[in-house]
């Protein structure tokens, strides 16, 4: 399967979900149009019902009616396009009345190192797995290491994981420190002159502080194996948590800065919406989604595509 009918094929389950769930994105999108289209409180309803949020709400409906006898299922999808633009490029792109024909999130790491941090339970060891899967097969040498120390058996997760895909995994002690971990892992990437490193880290400490606090160290021995490392920080977060999901994501942005975002569980019961909150309010890109449990339910994020597949519309091969 390519990773386009592999797009359509993850997020026909939330195409089906949504549906299905009163109110979400989708099928009550639709009906305004079948129906009559002066009932935009029912898309405004639905729009926020889907997660979509208040403030692209109200500008997916002053897009909408700007829009003078065109198509309006074509008008909605391109509004909801421009709202999964970074801010600066959606506002741009607003003013000009179109959206961007490209618009695939950059997912080539800029460094070496790629920290991978999130919530207990959100998909973070998964979606390592599916990267050095993903950049395997982009021609890439990878390694992972297993930072999160805390919860018992989670390095050995990892290492399940590695050694089923053939990737190098740097383990530390259960309890051990994280920070150690990370330093031989990223010492040992420089050393064989491995393309990428994802360094795993723990989701759920004693307390709050601690985690935030724990994750800036893992930040500064990385430095100081790797100076300028780690280029990449991507924050993983589950679509089914929706809006107190977006919370925490903010407080991990304050601790250490993101340089991208994995939304995981959007084959579940997620509603495809909360993507748009996710881009508004982080202002930094999707880079990948996760639709499923296996190494390959993994995709580069595109936004067109991914409106597209919300409204059942086929997705051209490019
Ligand atoms: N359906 C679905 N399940 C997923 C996805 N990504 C991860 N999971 C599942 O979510 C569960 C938790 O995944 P983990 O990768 O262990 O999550 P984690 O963030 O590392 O969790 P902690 O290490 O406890 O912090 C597992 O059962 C995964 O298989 C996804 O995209 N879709
Ligand atoms: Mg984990």
Known sequence: ??????????????????????????????????????????????????????????????????????????????????????????????????????????????????????????????????????????????????????????????????????????????????AAVAFDGASARKARGTDLLFIDTAGRLHNKHNLMEELKKVCRVVEKADPGEPAETWLVLDAVTGQNGLQQAKKFHEATPLTGVIVTKLDGTAKGGILVPIVRELGVPIKFIGVGERADDLQPFDSQDFVRALFDVDIPRS
């Open 1 to 178: 399967m390519s990773w386009l009918e592999r797009l359509r094929d993850g997020l026909s389950k939330t195409r089906r979900q949504i549906n299905d769930t009163s109110g979400a994105l989708g099928q009550d999108v639709r009906e305004v149009f079948t129906k009559r289209l002066d009932s935009i409180e029912d898309l405004e309803y639905a729009l926020i019902s889907a997660d979509v949020g208040r403030a692209a709400t109200d500008e997916i409906i002053e897009d909408m009616r700007k829009t003078e006898g065109g198509n309006l299922q074509d008008a909605l999808m391109r509004a909801l396009t421009l709202q999964l633009e970074p801010n600066a490029r959606r506002a741009e792109f607003r003013k000009l009345g179109f959206a961007p024909d490209v618009n695939r999130s950059k997912v080539e790491p800029r460094g070496h190192v790629v920290m991978v941090i999130g919530v207990n339970g959100v998909g973070k060891t998964t979606t390592i797995a599916k990267l050095g899967q993903y950049y395997m097969r982009q021609g890439k040498s990878v390694m992972f290491a297993a930072g999160d120390t805390f919860r018992a058996a989670a390095g050995t997760q990892l290492g399940v994981w590695g050694d089923r895909l053939g990737i190098p995994v740097i383990q530390g002690s259960d309890g051990g420190d994280p």
